[in-house]
């Protein structure tokens, strides 16, 4: 072990610190400065001579020159364990509930509490024997957690083929416990806990490969899953204006999104909407498993008005913990909301540094931070030949809601799909306010392609025909462009616009999403017998509110059937029956 | 110990720089000039450099004047000893009242635990029908009013305070002119609320950097209040003067810009303020309004942008009405549920025909013929401004909703309205 380095503060320049160190500096190292009973954490980010420079995760009030700062050596890391799931934690990993016992109303500073209890026992199963070979992330037992196995597997950080020189027996252990000893090729022995710690910033790479993302992530909001799906292991973001309802999105996609676990980076937001989920989410029932969301969600939560520098590391505490995850074989959803703030913390920072600013201020390392973070999602196959994956999904709060802006533009680089909310949807209170005439996708959805690309020709038609009756008004447009018009229209109605105050219209399962595609497609390819434009109105507005009705109907139930035969008696009504 | 020292080495715009050692970060230090006494913040340490900015402003300081470090951050006094007084942005009576010094509390305290927050769910009823009928405010949210110059935004302001059940208010002006200043004395005085209203007041003669304080010192006063039971509203006008100051100091301070010569933390440093909006858990509550005056009525201006981002809701106050469109209160879902059963119908009603009034009057504009149903519109609009959006109305929830209910069947046939066979067959008037 080396002597504890230790260097004193010289410069104070709000949360940026500068301290002389006479020995070696870590860069990225995390530092403790002591101010008086309080030991405030810090990480290195720029080494210059003898002088480290640091951004400090809490406030810097009385800070002095002079005072102590204690470096550790190591990386600023998280602990991943059983327990995690169900928590609530600040961008450092601190576990809020417990903090609020110990300190009450206010987040004091200084104050770190480990993120997984110590004194929790865990049911441990072994899957190795002694004199097996295994490698970084091999499973070599689980726990029981929530509803799922969750796997101890061996470090991340060891490299090489290991053999098991022995494992504990079925017991009791908590997460400091060792419960097996690996023996690495040189000979020398690790000890493996139902614990570890991994680094935040470094991806996690105990896997054998990685694979492009093929199956459709289901996340029941008919418009992102029929027209700009989004696969397992895949990217999207959604920028938009404020009170465009990315935020209700992102929490209605945590809700009913098709994956084992949701994780919710809640990044420099208002803190109201976290607690929102806080409350709900124990009260509300996963469909699938039929067990509180809370147990399949872990939030990390660095709001507004917390700590400028943890919410930059917030985003990374929560693809780790995600990443982790990945590694048992499960599909993970990770929803960061939103990377722009993450992105100004950044700018913040590079701000105090005096680094060269690029555009809107924004550092030059901006866009390839953002790719980083996005190029953390992906399937994985593991050594053991299970998949995991970890999708993400970032919501964008461009300055002005203008896209142009640096963030969206970086953004839109490294994604797969992109979900712009638009102010005129949401103004008319079209929800989602997703625009399907600037949001694109690159993956291959449940619908097929030659299907999704007819229903963007007709949005995009009915659009321009929408455009030109401003100007020529209804009487100069033709019969066959109006009801080309109404048809747009009425897909955007019924289809693409969900109530999210229906409990069944919320979200639409992906058996539903096909069925109603397929109706709808056919009434949307049939000529009708319609004379005039007030009888065409007529027809799609009865059309459309028929629709509206079954829509709230629960899939397959009688009241759907009668609500289909009504639809069915309307259409035969006006005479021409489908083309098939 | 309190040191002092006399070696200013510069001075530009309200920021000195002095050689001192063992000065903590944003502590307070009092600077004797000729002209008097004034208190300054440090808000950057190099080495033994250590710069300040001075309340008063750096007008008269002499290079060898006296800098006092006295050792702790900015605090002020709270309790019920402020209640009806009048104190300028570093806390100094402008009453003519006595100092006071009773329970000093530092101000710029830490952030709520998020888990020790819980779901706004008590309506403030207002008698202003655009806001308690359609966008509810709800105890312990953070709105702002987004006006241009020249619109009544203080004065909704007022007559908000007056009439908002809660038990303390408090008024935190930045860069106010005086006549505005005497406004809202006045017309809190004259309605008798003046004994609950505690006033930090930063006129835009005042030096800049007091404009700074007088959002952290309402809060800290605010917080006080509410962690002793209190239901606390907090009215600062106008923020964009505080985003100025903002701007001023960090260019002063060379920082780097980022849009339109403000700082990069503009959305940290606001957020700062507004998150103090709380609900305590067992406690009382802190309730911010705020005046965001739009230059040149430009919502993407970046302190109008980012405020959006932060707050719940904003009231857009235009051509002297509280406009329907763009307005929102994030949070009215949460109680509009509990008052009474027609109140969420008639909200979607209501604003469903006026968004049909407004395009009837743009066809009209246009030179389009009206029919039958657009005449039926523009007698609903006419009405519908008059006894509704006009801030002259002032009336109970109940009261709006009944005279609601009356302009629409005046207008309307039920069918008309497109609500539910239930509630007209409760509600509809005969």
Same mark, same amino acid.
């Given at each position: ?77 998280? #602990? ?29 500073? !200084? ?20 004199? @097996? ?59 493996? =806990? ?63 999104? #098709? ?242 105050? @229906? ?36 027809? +799609? ?24 035969? $009504? ?14 | ?34 002209? !008097? ?32 470090? /006295? ?28 100092? /006071? ?6 101000? !710029? ?69 005086? @006549? ?30 007091? =404009?700074? /304080? ?27 003067? +505080? ?167 005046? =207008? ?13 067959? $409760?509600?509809?008037?005969?």
């Amino acid at each position: 072990m080396e002597n504890k380095r230790t260097g004193q503060v010289i410069k104070v320049n709000a949360n940026m610190v500068t301290a002389q160190v006479a020995g070696q500096i870590v860069q990225n190292e995390v530092a403790y400065i002591v101010c008086g009973q309080e030991r405030l954490k810090a990480e290195v980010i720029r080494v210059r001579g003898d002088q480290a420079e640091m951004q400090v995760y809490e406030s810097t009030q009385g800070l002095r020159t002079g005072d102590t700062v204690e470096f550790t050596g190591e990386l600023l890391s998280v #602990e991943l364990g059983p327990g995690l799931l169900g928590q609530i934690f600040d961008g450092l990993q601190n576990p809020l509930p417990a903090l609020a016992e110990k300190c009450g109303f206010f987040l004091k500073r !200084g104050v770190y509490l480990e993120a997984l209890p110590d004194e929790a026992q865990w049911d441990f199963t072994p899957l190795v024997k002694p004199g @097996d070979k295994v490698m970084a992330g091999s499973w070599l037992g689980f726990v029981p957690e929530k509803i799922f196995r969750h796997y101890i597997m061996a470090p991340f950080a060891l490299s090489g083929t290991l053999e098991v020189e022995s494992i504990s027996p079925a017991g009791k252990y908590n997460l400091k416990q060792p419960v097996a000893r690996l023996r690495d090729s040189s000979g020398s022995l690790h000890e493996v =806990c139902l614990q570890q710690l991994w680094p935040v910033k470094i991806p996690i790479f105990a896997y054998a490969e990685k694979l492009r993302p093929m199956e459709p992530l289901v996340t029941k909001m008919r418009l992102i899953d029929s027209l700009f799906p989004v696969n397992r292991g895949g990217t999207y973001c959604t920028p938009g204006p404020f009170g465009a309802g990315k935020t209700v999105l992102q929490q209605l996609i945590s809700r009913h999104a #098709e994956v084992d676990i949701v994780i919710i980076a809640a990044c420099g937001e208002r803190a109201g909407e976290v607690v929102e989920t806080l409350k709900t989410f124990p009260g509300l029932t996963d469909p699938r498993t039929k067990k509180p969301l809370i147990d399949r969600t872990i939030i990390i939560c660095n709001t507004s008005s917390m700590p400028v520098a943890a919410r930059e590391s917030s985003v990374y505490t929560a693809v780790t913990i995600a990443e982790y995850y990945r590694q048992m074989g499960l599909n993970v959803l990770l929803l960061a909301d939103s990377t722009s703030r993450w992105a100004q913390a950044m700018r913040e920072m590079s701000g105090r540094l005096e680094e060269i600013p690029g555009e809107e201020a924004f550092p030059a390392y901006l866009e390839s931070r953002i790719a980083s973070f996005y190029e953390r999602a992906g399937v994985v196959r593991l050594r053991s030949g299970q998949t995991g994956s970890v999708t993400i999904g970032g919501a964008v709060s461009p300055a002005g809601g203008n896209f142009e802006e640096p963030v969206t533009q970086a953004t839109l680089k490294v994604v797969g799909a992109f979900h712009g909310l638009s102010r005129e949807r949401s103004d008319a209170r079209k929800y989602p306010a997703i625009d399907p005439l600037i949001s694109w996708s690159k993956y291959e959805g449940f619908v097929k392609s030659e299907n999704r690309e007819k229903l963007h020709a007709l949005l995009r038609r009915g659009n321009e025909i929408s455009q030109m009756m401003k100007v020529i008004g209804e009487e100069g447009t033709s019969l066959k462009d109006y009801i080309e018009y109404l048809k747009s229209e009425f897909f955007d109605f019924v289809y693409l616009q969900q109530n999210a105050f @229906d409990p069944v219209d919320e979200a639409t399962t992906k058996e539903r999403q096909v069925y109603l595609l397929d109706f709808i497609g056919g009434i949307l390819k049939t000529d009708y017998d319609l004379q005039d434009k007030a009888s065409a109105l007529h027809f +799609f507005q009865s059309l459309r509110q028929l629709m509206r009705t079954w829509n709230s109907a629960s899939y397959g139930s009688p009241e759907f059937k009668k609500n289909e035969e $009504q639809i069915s008696t309307l259409l035969e009504s006006k005479g021409l029956k489908k083309e098939k | 110990m309190q040191k002092s020292y006399t070696n200013i080495i510069q001075i530009a715009g309200d920021v000195i720089t002095v050689e001192a050692e063992g000065v903590g970060y944003s502590d307070i230090a009092q600077i004797t000039t000729r002209r !008097g006494v004034s208190l300054a913040q440090v808000i950057r340490i190099e080495g033994k450099k250590v710069s300040l900015q001075v309340f008063a402003g750096t007008r008269g300081i002499a290079t060898g004047d006296r800098v006092r470090f /006295l050792g702790h951050p900015m605090r002020v006094a709270t309790g019920e000893e402020l209640l009806g007084r009048i104190f300028n942005g570093s806390g100094v009576p402008l009453d003519h009242g006595p100092l /006071l010094s009773e329970g000093l509390t530092d101000i !710029g305290s830490p952030s709520v635990n998020p888990s020790r927050r819980v779901v706004p769910s008590k309506i403030i009823r207002t008698g202003i029908p655009m806001i308690d009928v359609f966008n509810s405010l709800v105890e312990s949210q953070k709105l702002p009013i987004f006006s241009i110059a020249g619109e009544p935004y203080n004065e909704l302001l007022a007559r908000i305070a007056i009439q908002a059940e809660v038990d303390i208010i408090i008024v935190g002006g930045m860069g106010l002119k005086h @006549d505005d200043y005497l406004f809202f004395r006045d017309t809190l005085n004259a309605h008798g609320a003046l004994s609950r209203c505690i006033f930090f007041m930063h006129t835009a003669s005042d030096p800049t950097v007091e =404009c700074l /304080l007088v959002p952290d010192i309402s809060l800290a006063v605010a917080e006080n209040f509410a962690l002793s039971g209190k239901r606390v509203l907090v009215l600062l006008t106008d923020m964009t003067n +505080f985003a100025d100051s903002l701007k001023e100091i960090a260019i002063t301070m060379e920082q780097v810009p980022s849009n339109r010569g403000y700082p990069g933390d503009l959305y940290s440093q606001l957020a700062a303020r507004y998150e103090k909006a709380v609900d305590f858990e067992g406690a009382g509550s802190i309730t911010i309004l705020a005046a965001t005056t739009m230059p040149g009525d430009d919502v993407t201006h970046p302190v109008p942008d980012n405020t959006g981002y932060i707050t719940e809701g904003q009231f857009y106050l235009k051509s002297g009405v509280i406009e329907p469109f763009g307005s929102l209160s994030r949070l009215k879902q949460q109680v509009n549920g509990k008052t009474r059963a027609d109140h969420r119908t008639i909200m979607d009603t209501m604003i469903q025909l006026f968004a049909s009034y407004r395009e009837t009057l743009e066809k009209q504009s246009m030179g389009f013929q009206m029919s039958a149903w657009d005449q039926k519109l523009l007698k609903y609009g006419a009405l519908f401004e008059s006894n509704m959006m006009s801030l002259k109305v002032n009336i109970s929830l109940e009261k709006a909703l009944d005279l609601g209910w009356k302009i629409l069947s005046d =207008c309307f046939t039920p069918e008309e309205t497109g609500i539910k066979l239930s509630v007209i067959q $409760q509600f509809w008037p005969r």
